[in-house]
């Protein structure tokens, strides 16, 4: 049935009336169509019920339309606030390349206090995407954004499956959880990121992570300069390089030619975290400065603003040490002289072991 038809139907029938409002799945694509058609589907979207919406799609190609491109975002403002609701499982907006002239942002608001907690893919194409509260999007399996942002967070979203980042002027991404990335990602996904963040998270249930596996991070960022990866761990379960005869393992890598500053909070001995290091040490000619913490990275006393540093108990404190002894004989003969290499230790006074006996 032809949208008219179905207009004319609608008028006709109460019970078609009645299905339309109730439709889950809602598909808008403004090409051609002038204005009428617009004015058309916006009667439409504010007869719905929002009741049980599972699917929208909005598509929206101003090229045909220059002269509605400004004075279409309210109506992109009002039926979003119609279909994001908490039933909402797929949504789709994309807006052609000449719609940046219209320069829409999607309010990102909709997607915080529980109204997309059911979402589980998520499109957005050529339009502003700037969320500045934290998202609901806790059963996200699918992330697409294009040209959309220069800065994206994601952190703890524990059954996200793909990334799929075409946003040219993205320049920082920050990445961060529980569960970490087995699978190799595809080279020139990144092509003008600056600086990645990767925050890991271990806890006493989580298996021995291969750091190396971070190595596919890199090499999606051909244009990186900075990377900081930051490790928490409740438990030092893990293969420690220390006492182990075997070899260490080589990736087969790319030069790393813009990355110059690179920093881990929560270094400790696991070898593949030393194999990462040594990777990066390999593979980069412009690299200035690398920071190795052993401690948590958070307050120390050195900087005379805290008496005491920021407490750590005898087993951590003891695979700070082990971790230090790993840097000595593994890393330090790596660094070329024009790398400034700065080691956080624990601090003699406030982690001596003997204090927690």
Known sequence: MSFKDAARAACVSRAFHHSWRCHPNLICCIG???????????????????????????????????????????????????????????????????????????????????????????????????????????????????????????????????????????CSFDFGGRQMVDTPILPSKFLHLKCLTIDHTIIS???????????????????????????????????????????????????????RSVEITGFYSAKSLIELTCYILDNTVALKYLTLDTTRGFFSCSTGEHDRCFPMDKIMITEANRAVLAIQTYIERKVPSTVKLNVVKPCSRCHAVESYL
């Open 32 to 170: 051609i169509l002038g204005s009428d058609f617009i004015n058309k589907f916006d009667r439409i979207m504010k007869n719905h019920s929002g009741i049980g919406i599972k699917s929208v799609k909005f598509q929206y190609n101003s090229f045909y339309n220059t002269r509605r491109s400004t004075s279409i975002s309210h109506h992109f403002d009002s039926w979003h606030q119609i279909a994001i609701t908490p039933w909402i499982e797929e949504l789709t907006i994309s807006l052609s390349l000449s719609s940046f002239n219209m320069e829409y942002s999607f309010p990102c608001s909709l997607l915080a206090d529980g109204r997309a907690s059911s979402m589980r893919h998520l499109y957005l194409g050529n339009c502003g995407f700037h969320p500045t509260i934290n998202l609901d999007l806790r059963n996200l399996t699918r992330l697409h954004l294009i040209n959309c942002l220069s800065h994206l967070e994601v952190f703890d979203c524990r059954i996200l499956q793909v990334v799929e980042n075409k946003a040219p002027n993205l």
């Open 205 to 259: 249930s989580s298996p021995a992570y291969n750091y190396l596996y971070l190595v596919y991070f890199l090499d999606a960022c051909p244009s990186l300069e900075t990377f900081l990866l930051g490790i928490s761990q409740t438990h030092m379960e893990h293969d420690s390089i220390i006492g182990d005869s075997s070899h260490m393992r080589q990736m087969p890598g790319h030069r790393h030619d813009n990355l």
